[in-house]
């Protein structure tokens, strides 16, 4: 009887991490893997068209990658001052930019 492969959510992780950890616009990326979906929260600095269309390429880059996953982006302005902890709890950061 064949199954499906698996796909450990840390690789999963460690490429959302790589490939959004690229783009100076993204403050954060919270990671948090339930039954029904893996949910992404990327936090950003600049909140424009080209930030958003890269991050959105991006997402579905992945998801076409990992196809047998359901995912559930989201995509959080996060104004100056404020962070990421202050709009979701349950997820786990996976990278965070060093504030300057």
């Known amino acids: 009887m064949a199954t ?7 690789l999963i992780a460690e490429q959302l991490k790589a490939g959004l950890s690229a783009m100076d616009a ?16 990327v936090g950003i600095s600049e909140d424009d068209d080209t930030t958003r269309t890269s991050i959105y390429r991006f997402e579905d880059e992945v998801s076409k990658r990992f196809s047998q996953m359901l995912f559930d982006f989201h995509v959080v302005p996060v104004p100056a001052g404020r962070r990421m902890e202050d709009f979701i709890s349950a997820a786990q950061p996976i990278f965070q930019r060093p504030a300057l």
Not at 26 to 41: E, G, I, K, Q
């Open 4 to 10: 499906a492969p698996a796909c450990p959510d840390y």
């Open 26 to 41: 993204v403050a954060s990326v919270y990671f948090l893997s339930t039954d029904t979906a893996l949910s992404v929260w």
